[in-house]
């Protein structure tokens, strides 16, 4: 078998070379275990040691004794060191050393690139020249181990990790706690209240199990209780204006709602269909303002204040 960097090998302690290290062989190859790179008592020529491999800042195959958080073909969730706008992610590997996921295996908009402490589902791979790079692990690396998720979690809320990041769907790993690895979820867009990048963790709402395990998720609360926040929102809006009034009603477009208030349009109209039905608005035209006449018990005028 030949000495390939992301692997890890048992190979014998030829001999030392001071003020460098040792130099290890498989019988045929030899490979240099820097002092720096020990773990535990040094080692005697002629002991056998086991060793990760991989390339050093010259490019030069070389040897720890540090234990990795992956190894070569395995997938691993790795911490976010830092990010280059240009090259990509440079990834905590547990060897002092970072693994750079290349921006090619990034989302294509940068507002959804992870950011430093998040963590990133990768597997491990050589690249071109033969150098460790991580790529991004998908459905084909995480369904094998995802669980399908219990009728159970339906309305409940959980932590969950975003995995692929899109314009119109988010794709995360629900956390499994004591029940396993995880399971496959989607946050469709207009289920998010804001873009989730790469990495990032959230916390969503399961919306509907579907038959093959999987979960619909929303970061939105359910609508009888997002109605009452949505309406609370909009009424705070209104008493912050000094005429009162705004210029967005049910005709205004979903786009111009969702920029404004975060909500969907059908949000939107719920809520105000609550504040009309209670009183508290009017629609004139292309407009909604706060009736003169409306009940003073409004939540706006409690000392509650603002949800937002």
Sequence with gaps: MKLETGTVRRLRVAREVPPNGYFLSDGEREVLLHYSEIVGDRPEPGDTVSVFLYHDTE???????????IRLGE???L??????PRFGCFLEMGL?????????ELPEWQELFPQKGDRVFVTLAHDKQGRLTAKLAGERELAPLAFPAPSGWRNQWIEARVYKSLKNA????????VLGFGAIGMIHENERTRPLRLGEQVKARVTFVREDGRVNLSMRPAKHVGQVEDSDRILAFLQDRPTGSMPYSDETPADIIMSKFGI???????ALGKLMKDGLVEQQGSWTKLKADRPA???????QGSTE
């Design 297 to 303: 018990s409004s939540s706006a005028d409690t000392d």
């Design 59 to 69: 490019d030069r195959l070389a040897a720890t004794m540090k234990e990795p958080h």
């Design 264 to 270: 969907s349009k059908g949000a939107f109209k719920r």
């Design 75 to 77: 997938m691993a969730e």
């Design 170 to 177: 988010t794709f995360v790993l629900c956390d499994g706690g």
């Design 79 to 84: 911490e976010v060191a830092d990010v280059h």
């Design 96 to 104: 002092g050393r970072q693994l750079l996921l290349p921006i090619g």
